[in-house]
Every structure is written in C-alpha cells, then in structure tokens.
C-alpha cells in the first residue's frame, strides 16, 4: 500500500490570496490525483497529474484557478490561486497503486476569509 | 456519472451487523467492485473489493449477486467507529484508474 503525506492539514487564508498544497508518496507513482470536496458534498475530481506533462483538468476546473505542479514521480503540488469564500472546501491528493486500490492522503481543510 | 446508487443514509446498533447495499446495474463483465468509507475529516480508506465471488477481509466482507448488479457490504459487528459515509465504486481492472465518487451512504452507528 502506499503512504500519501499531505501538508497542510488544514488552514485560514484571506480572500485574494493563494495556498500551495503539497502531497508526498512513498513509492513511485504514475499517476496522482487532486480531489476537491465541499461541505457535506461528495468527492470532485479535480484534474489529474502525471509527471513530466501537462495536468489533465475536469470540466470547470482551470489551470489558471488551480496550477499544477508534478516534479518527479512521488510528488505533487495544488495551489489554489486568488481564494474566495466560496474555495472553502477539503482537498485530497490521491494515487491509484498497482494492487488497483486508490490510496488518499489526509486531506487539507481549507477556510477562506 | 459514478454508475452507482446508495441509499442516502442507514443507522446500525453498536454491535449489529451493517449492511449497506449498493445497485451497480449497468456494470460491465471486468468492472470490479469496490468499496471505501470516508470518515469525518479525514481521506476515504479502500476497505475491499470483489468480481463476482463473496470476498472478506479483517474489515468487511462483501457480497455480489449472482447477476453482479447489485453487491452489500457487510460490517458484523458494527462499532461507533464504524460511523462514516461509504461509497461503492465499480471499476475496471489494470491501466489508469480515476475513482468517481458517488454521494455515498451515510452510516450511523449508535449505541
């Protein structure tokens, strides 16, 4: 199984500011994913990342709002740009192993101001 | 579109058995089942996986009919622990896999 480390856990940012969320496995991974998850909703898939290319973004997500970085093959970065209220929500990184089992990180609690 | 339904919401009592059913009655032939809770605050956790025979681990076991268009997990001896929302999701093996999550059954464990 693989260990996904996800910083920060939670935070309280200002509207009009920006978060970088960071999200370490323990292995090499192809694939990893940045969820989105809204109070009391179901998990949103944001975009997918693989390393060496472009973020795969779902409809009405932009790389503008939510850049994507994916340096090598056990890290992966979401940034959150120019927040509002309405960005308040859990983000959760995840990777799908080779045992076709999905692996999540903690999650990253999000409170826009 | 996550291909499932669940019921929105179930309570068990504390040591009872839990039983959450989930319709998956357009699956395919290699799509597996797969199942994951998600308590408050924290990441979903896989809890088991299943074609078409019965699977049991430590957590759960899981039953698939016969037709594979409809499976229950089954908790046995549910704890206030066990209080959390669980999605079944149903996916085809190998490759690259994006999980989609459905609303999902919340499950309330009293004592």
């Known amino acids: 199984s693989a260990v996904i480390s996800q910083k920060p856990s939670r935070d309280i940012c200002q509207r009009g500011t920006s978060l970088t969320i960071q999200c370490q496995v323990d292995?090499?991974?192809?694939?990893m994913f940045w969820y989105r998850q809204q109070p009391g909703q179901s998990l949103t898939l944001i975009a997918t990342?693989?390393?060496?290319?472009?973020?795969?973004?779902e409809s009405g997500f932009v790389i503008d709002k939510f850049p994507i970085s994916r340096p090598n093959l056990t890290f992966s970065t979401l940034t959150v740009s120019n927040m509002s209220p309405e960005d308040s929500s859990i983000y959760l990184c995840?990777?799908?192993?080779?045992?076709?089992?999905?692996?999540f990180g903690q999650g990253t609690r999000l409170t826009v101001v | 579109d996550a291909k499932t339904t669940q019921p929105p919401s179930m309570d068990c009592a504390e040591g009872r058995a839990a039983n959450l059913p989930c319709n998956h009655s357009?699956?395919?032939?290699?799509?597996?089942v797969y199942w994951y809770r998600q308590i408050h605050s924290q990441g979903p956790q896989y809890i088991i996986h299943?074609?078409?025979n019965n699977e049991t681990n430590e957590m759960a076991s899981l039953i698939i009919t016969e037709d594979r268009k409809s499976s229950t997990l089954i908790l046995p001896h549910a704890t206030l622990r066990d209080t959390a929302v669980y999605y079944c999701?149903?996916?085809?093996?190998?490759?690259?896999?994006?999980?989609?999550f459905g609303r999902g059954t919340s499950l309330i464990v009293h004592p």
């Open positions: 995840s990777v799908d192993s080779w045992v076709a089992e999905a692996f």
């Open positions: 990342a693989n390393q060496g290319s472009e973020a795969t973004y």
């Open positions: 357009t699956i395919s032939g290699n799509e597996y």
């Open positions: 299943g074609l078409k």
């Open positions: 292995s090499q991974v192809t694939m």
């Open positions: 999701i149903v996916r085809a093996p190998g490759g690259s896999y994006i999980p989609t």
